[in-house]
């Protein structure tokens, strides 16, 4: 899924789905149990919703997160934890970045750009065309530009999230995937269906691999 | 491309002022709505005539909506819970001088400076007035993403109907959260507001928007005419929502997102043949009081869940006025109550 890297970070507009799937591919990751998995919560852009949330549910699938400093993780300050530099220390470890939304998430990760200039490193753009700044691809692809520069790392790839949440379908899923083909700036690497939707036959039919997503963010009005 | 979109409650606001004509946000960013004030800054340049500022502060934001509203412009503002405590005084002068506009607040946890999770606490602010002297504000508590767009579109309305400030509430968390959302058209016909809007003095004596008036009769005489209005809006735009009450012997009352964590708790307790159900205040003010003293007989109680400490029971207390056992379950601070905390302190009274 990840290829030869050893670093993964998810990038992209506001609410396109970021978390979810970083929390989904550390998820996965760990289910190998090839290397130790370690998600960093780099959002310090929007409190709600966010990986460290769930913090004590991953670590019991053997998942390490490391998220605000310690004590301020409810501060709206743009604050990071120091311990985030160990996942720089221990080569052996597979590490996930969940950045905040649009450019600024970039320019929390281009703040450890003196260790990522020595790691093979994934930078991932999560685009749902049905969220607003997402509609148009020539936006979508301004945003990836953005968010490249002041992370001071090539996106290398689009990781297709069309959905609609609990209106999902399969003609919508179709639709927003067919829209995400037509950026060329970009290698589309998967289509990720929630798994309430997913069904075998999809990989055929959309000439795609697919990320079937666990919903893990849920919330107490759910 | 899809007739709906996925969105933030915030967002969505924004995006239905928008559709309503409001053409002028004034606004100060705070924690949980900044989605609302970053969306306009996108937007609302875009469209003939449209403008977006960042007040210094949101004294001044209400004031700039003060201005822009007695011209007769569609304007708003919004903010989160210390943001609209600073804006009471010019709500109050608002309604005073029967402007009409739209303000929203995204509540956060308090007193104080707080925190930034969600809480229903500003109850008392807005409903029982918050700023000075005597004035009411229309009041919405919308519960879903798609409730955020239809009752902003709404608040427009009914600000340029009766001529007043009208407030939507939301709790951090449904400003947060996404859902896909549908959207009215864009609004294009307006009411008519060349009687008192101020629009320059050519061929017409100067008109006065003022929230002065120096004499004691003369302004018991205005308060008595906002009271008049405030009767009628009592008669004409109670809202609220009922679910599964009709053989209810448990009525449950909570407004807002939590309203959905109450629902999961009817379901659970009709599971156990326990005749639950909800009645959702979707007006705080006017409040349903009616609705709620049409369940007085066939109630064994009335369970008010909020996320405060128990402000908006005093009113069903009020309503219900004794006839029936009124319990009260709240959590505060940011904390939003859990289906089965809600639901065991339901059973506590069974």
Not at chain 2, 123 to 135: A, D, E, I, R, S
Request: hydrophobic share 40%.
């Amino acid at each position: 899924m990840i290829g030869n890297k050893r670093m993964t970070a998810i990038c992209g507009a506001f609410g396109t789905g970021k978390t979810e799937i970083s929390v989904n591919i550390a998820l996965k990751l760990a289910a190998e149990q090839k290397k130790r998995v370690i998600l960093v919560d780099l959002d310090i852009v929007n409190l709600y919703f966010r990986s460290r949330d769930k913090r004590d549910a991953l670590a019991a699938k053997g998942i390490k997160v490391i998220s605000g400093a310690k004590g301020f993780e409810n501060a709206d300050l743009p604050a990071l934890a120091p311990e985030i530099l160990e996942v720089f220390a221990q080569k052996d470890s597979l590490v996930i970045f969940d950045l905040g939304g649009s450019d600024y998430g970039g320019t929390v990760l281009s703040r450890f750009n003196e260790y990522l200039k020595n790691e093979k490193i994934n930078l991932w753009l999560v685009v749902n065309p049905f969220r607003p700044f997402n509609e148009k691809n020539e936006d979508t692809v301004a945003m990836a530009e953005h968010i490249s520069r002041r992370a001071r790392l090539p996106v290398s790839g689009i990781i297709a999230n069309p959905h609609l949440m609990n209106q999902t379908t399969d003609a919508l899923i179709e639709q927003g995937l067919a829209q995400i083909n037509r950026i060329q700036k970009y290698p589309l690497k998967f289509l990720t269906v929630m798994e309430d939707y997913y069904k075998p036959e999809m990989e055929k039919e959309f000439e795609i691999p697919i990320m079937v997503l666990s919903k893990n963010m849920i919330q107490p009005w759910e | 491309m899809s007739e709906k979109v996925l969105m933030k409650g915030n967002e969505a606001v924004a995006e239905s002022a928008i559709r309503a004509g409001c053409k002028l946000y004034f606004g100060y960013p705070i924690t949980p709505q900044s989605e609302i004030p970053e969306y306009m800054s996108r937007k609302l340049p875009q469209i003939p005539g449209g403008a977006y500022i960042q007040a210094e502060t949101e004294v001044s934001a209400i004031n700039m909506v003060y201005g822009a509203t007695s011209a007769g412009a569609r304007a708003m503002t919004t903010s989160s819970s210390p943001g609209i405590s600073l804006m009471m005084e010019g709500i109050s002068y608002i309604a005073c001088a029967e402007v009409p506009c739209v303000i929203v607040n995204v509540m956060r946890g308090g007193p104080g400076l707080g925190n930034i999770s969600p809480e229903q606490a500003d109850y008392f602010q807005v409903v029982k007035g918050g700023g000075h002297g005597n004035y009411r504000l229309v009041v919405l508590a919308p519960s879903s993403v798609q409730e955020m767009a239809d009752l902003t579109y709404d608040a427009f309305d009914i600000a340029d109907k009766y001529r007043m400030p009208v407030m939507l509430v939301a709790e951090g968390n449904l400003g947060q959260m996404m859902e896909p959302v549908k959207f009215k058209e864009l609004k294009t016909e307006f009411t008519d507001k060349s009687e008192w809007a101020l629009t320059g003095t050519r061929n017409h004596e100067p008109k006065i928007i003022t929230s002065i008036l120096l004499d004691p009769e003369t302004m018991e005489k205005h308060i008595h005419k906002l009271y008049e209005k405030y009767a009628l809006i009592e008669e004409n735009e109670v809202r609220f929502e009922e679910y599964l009450t009709d053989d209810a012997e448990i009525i449950i009352i909570a407004y807002g997102l939590i309203s959905r964590v109450a629902r999961s708790v009817v379901d659970k307790l009709r599971d156990e043949g326990i005749r639950a159900g909800i009645l959702r205040p979707i007006s705080l003010w006017p409040f349903p009081n009616e609705a709620i003293k049409s369940k007085i007989e066939q109630a064994e109680f009335f369970f008010v869940c909020e996320m405060s400490m128990g402000q908006m029971v005093e009113d069903v207390r009020l309503a219900v006025n004794g006839a029936k056992p009124v319990h009260f379950f709240g959590r505060c601070g940011g904390v939003v109550p859990t289906p089965v905390e809600m639901f065991d302190n339901v059973k506590k009274y069974l």
